[in-house]
């Protein structure tokens, strides 16, 4: 049975696949305005990806993990060269869209509550880290990676640095240094009659990431360094 919760990122997505293709998720955000999120873009082919995403599927390797799979594109590029991909995704409307797309291994629950399966490669793309929400449950979320981690395994994960959301005109910056991290945002999607509860997402710049994760007992690199300020960062257990 679907969820009872409002599921937009699932209805949008499995209306494109069966044929709306101007099928659009109003993206909320309490830092930025309203703005849409094609679902064509959540069906792209490899040489559609950028480059960051691209960097990230060609160093996957072993049993591949990717957390929130969404309509199963990364999981079909790596499929197509032959790794051994498990699309993980909590939408029950995006796993069948993923199955009939011709996923082998979906596997439809929360990464925090399924009983875990060692992995070698965790893929965490589309600034898949904001899974944990916040700073606080960054700790939570990296305990969690390693409880899906085979021995000698890896995360590739994709973030940003959105400080530049806070620049003024001048170039200075304005932050409440008594507030939340500036990385942590609220969203809310809409998409027809289904709208989500808000909900907190984190944006990480990399040498905090790299903090938290010597915490969490990872190593931290910085693999790639896009000029919007997106990166691509590998942990690996110390």
Request: aromatic content about 10%; hydrophobic content about 45%.
């Amino acid at each position: 049975m679907l969820s009872e919760k409002p599921d937009p990122m699932g209805a949008a997505i499995k209306a494109y696949w069966e044929g709306n293709k101007k099928a659009s998720i109003t993206v909320y955000s309490d830092q930025m305005e309203a703005d849409e999120l094609p679902a064509a873009y959540l069906f792209r082919e490899f040489a559609e990806m950028p480059e960051r995403e691209q960097l990230a599927l060609n160093l996957a390797t072993g049993r591949v993990l990717d957390v929130g799979a969404g309509a199963g594109s990364h999981a079909l590029a790596l499929q197509a060269r032959g790794v051994e991909v498990t699309a993980l995704e909590i939408s029950e409307r995006a796993t069948q869209v993923q199955k009939a797309r011709g996923v082998k291994n979906v596997l439809p629950g929360d990464f925090f509550t399924l009983p875990p399966a060692p992995h070698d490669t965790l893929l965490l793309l589309m600034n898949g880290i904001g899974l944990a929400g916040t700073l606080e449950g960054l700790p939570d979320f990296l305990a969690t990676c390693k409880k899906w981690l085979a021995p000698g395994g890896q995360i590739l994960l994709e973030s940003s640095d959105i400080l530049y959301l806070y620049e003024e005109e001048d170039g200075s910056v304005l932050l409440d240094l008594n507030g939340a991290y500036y990385g942590e945002l609220t969203y809310l999607m809409e998409f027809g009659q289904e709208r989500s509860e808000p909900f907190p997402w984190l944006f990480i710049n990399f040498d905090l990431l790299q903090e938290y994760a010597q915490e969490a007992g990872f190593n931290a690199e910085l693999l790639l360094q896009e000029e919007d300020d997106h990166y691509i960062a590998r942990l690996t257990l110390a």
